[in-house]
């Protein structure tokens, strides 16, 4: 029976639907401290809003985002979750600082050492470990289920 580690073309659909389902799952775990920070609406600020709701909107579109381009570059690591997560954590950790670079063009969080910077790395740390224990466990969930069968063709 096929599965869906067998087909190359679902392996590509698979990944981009993991990546962005562990991304939004990492981007509400990071955004509780974003929220808790009170730095959702400079987030909005970078779609033209103030709003703290549009600040989390775009913050999860970009963890979307992130979490896809994630399992694209990690993708021969999903059953092994500790360096999986291990690389999740770095990753995290490189988008806390080259995020506002890329974005607003600003060079001030680099390498800092104020307490804030420092909540919002760790809250990037965080983003990666869960983008990667999600990805890691939807991943093995998926190869489970035979491809293009199913649930109630699995009852008899």
């Not at 808790?36 to 709003?51: H, I, T």
């Not at 979307?64 to 999986?84: E, H, P, T, W």
């Not at 001030?108 to 466990?137: N, Q, R």
Request: with cysteine.
């Amino acid at each position: 029976m096929m599965t869906a580690s067998d087909n190359p073309r679902f392996d590509l659909a698979e990944r981009l639907i993991l990546g962005a389902a562990a991304g939004l799952a990492g981007g509400v775990v990071s955004g509780i401290e974003l929220a808790a920070l009170g730095r959702l609406p400079l987030l909005a600020n970078l779609v033209g809003s103030g709003s703290p709701v549009i600040g989390a909107a775009a913050h999860l579109a970009m963890c979307s985002v992130s979490g896809i381009v994630f399992s694209l570059l990690a993708y021969g690591m999903f059953r092994r979750m500790r360096s999986l997560v291990a690389l999740g954590v770095v990753y995290g950790l490189l988008l806390g600082e080259l995020g506002p670079v890329v974005l607003q063009g600003s060079t001030a969080p680099l390498f800092s050492l104020d307490w804030s910077i420092g909540l919002l790395l760790a809250g990037h740390a965080v983003f990666g470990a869960a983008l990667a224990l999600t990805l890691s466990l939807l991943h093995r969930h998926t190869l489970r289920k035979p491809l293009g069968v199913k649930e109630k063709d699995l009852s008899l």
